[in-house]
T-cell receptor, first 114, second 116 residues
Framework: AQSVTQPDIHITVSEGASLELRCNYS??????LFWYVQSPGQGLQLLLK??????LVQGIKGFEAEFKRSQSSFNLRKPSVHWSDAAEYFC????????????FGKGTHLIIQP | NAGVTQTPKFQVLKTGQSMTLQCAQD?????MYWYRQDPGMGLRLIYY???????DKGEVPNGYNVSRLNKREFSLRLESAAPSQTSVYFC???????????????FGQGTRLTVV
C-alpha cells in the first residue's frame, strides 16, 4: 500500500538556523509529492510540489525540497528560518494524477526558538 | 476569489445527533474531497468525488455519508454522531485531468467538530 512517512513528530530550531524536515514515501512508481504548511487554526497551504524533471524544487516562503529516488525521500529545507515559520508541516503523495485524493504523512510540528 | 469555503467553522453535537458539513468551491474544479485531521494522525481521506455525480469511499468512511450536490458543492453528513468523530474536518478540491499541473489540492479553513 502506498504511504508517506514523516519520521519526526516535533522539530525545534533556533531562529536563523537552517531547517530540514524529512519525508519518505512508499509507492509502486514515482508519485507526485507535495509539502503543505498549516498554521494554527488554519487550513493547509501548498509550499511546493514535485511531479518530474528537476529533482530540486523551489517553493514559496524560501522553502525548497529535493526528490531522491534512491532514498525514497522528499525532504523539505530552508536555509534560515523565521519565527513565522512555526507551524505544522505535512508531506503528501499522489499515485499519479488521479482524482482519488492525497496520502498524507502524520505531520511535523516545527518550533522556533528565539 | 474565495476558493474553498466550509461551513460551519465550529460545531458541538451531542452523541446521536446528526448534522451536515457544507463545502463549496468556486474554482470550477472537477474533484472534491473530505478529510479529517486528528492529532498525530495527519489527514485521512473520508470520501471523495472525482467528478459531479460520483462519490467514492476513502480510508475512513464509516459513520459518514456524502452528497455531490452539483459541481460546486460537496457535503458531508453525520447521521448519528459519536465521540470518535470529534475531529477537524477539511474539504478540498482539485482538477485532475491527466495533466500533472492540476493535481494540486486547495483546502478550506476547516470545521472543528466536538461530539459530547
Amino acid at each position: 500500500a502506498q504511504s508517506v512517512t514523516q519520521p519526526d513528530i516535533h522539530i525545534t530550531v533556533s531562529e536563523g538556523a537552517s531547517l530540514e524536515l524529512r519525508c519518505n514515501y512508499s509507492y509502486g512508481a514515482t508519485p507526485y509529492l507535495f509539502w503543505y504548511v498549516q498554521s494554527p487554526g488554519q487550513g493547509l497551504q501548498l509550499l511546493l510540489k514535485y511531479f518530474s524533471g528537476d529533482t530540486l524544487v523551489q517553493g514559496i516562503k524560501g522553502f525548497e525540497a529535493e526528490f531522491k529516488r534512491s532514498q525514497s525521500s522528499f525532504n523539505l529545507r530552508k536555509p534560515s528560518v523565521h519565527w513565522s515559520d512555526a507551524a505544522e508541516y505535512f508531506c503528501a503523495g499522489d499515485s499519479g494524477g488521479g482524482a482519488d485524493g492525497l496520502t498524507f504523512g502524520k505531520g511535523t510540528h516545527l518550533i522556533i526558538q528565539p | 476569489n474565495a476558493g474553498v469555503t466550509q461551513t460551519p467553522k465550529f460545531q458541538v453535537l451531542k452523541t446521536g445527533q446528526s448534522m451536515t458539513l457544507q463545502c463549496a468551491q468556486d474554482m470550477n474544479h472537477n474533484s472534491m474531497y473530505w478529510y479529517r485531521q486528528d492529532p498525530g494522525m495527519g489527514l485521512r481521506l473520508i470520501y471523495y468525488s472525482a467528478s459531479e455525480g460520483t462519490t467514492d469511499k476513502g480510508e475512513v468512511p464509516n459513520g459518514y455519508n456524502v452528497s455531490r450536490l452539483n459541481k460546486r458543492e460537496f457535503s458531508l453528513r453525520l447521521e448519528s454522531a459519536a465521540p470518535s468523530q470529534t475531529s477537524v474536518y477539511f474539504c478540498a478540491s482539485s482538477d485532475p485531468d491527466g495533466r500533472v499541473m492540476n493535481t494540486e489540492a486547495f483546502f478550506g479553513q476547516g470545521t472543528r467538530l466536538t461530539v459530547v
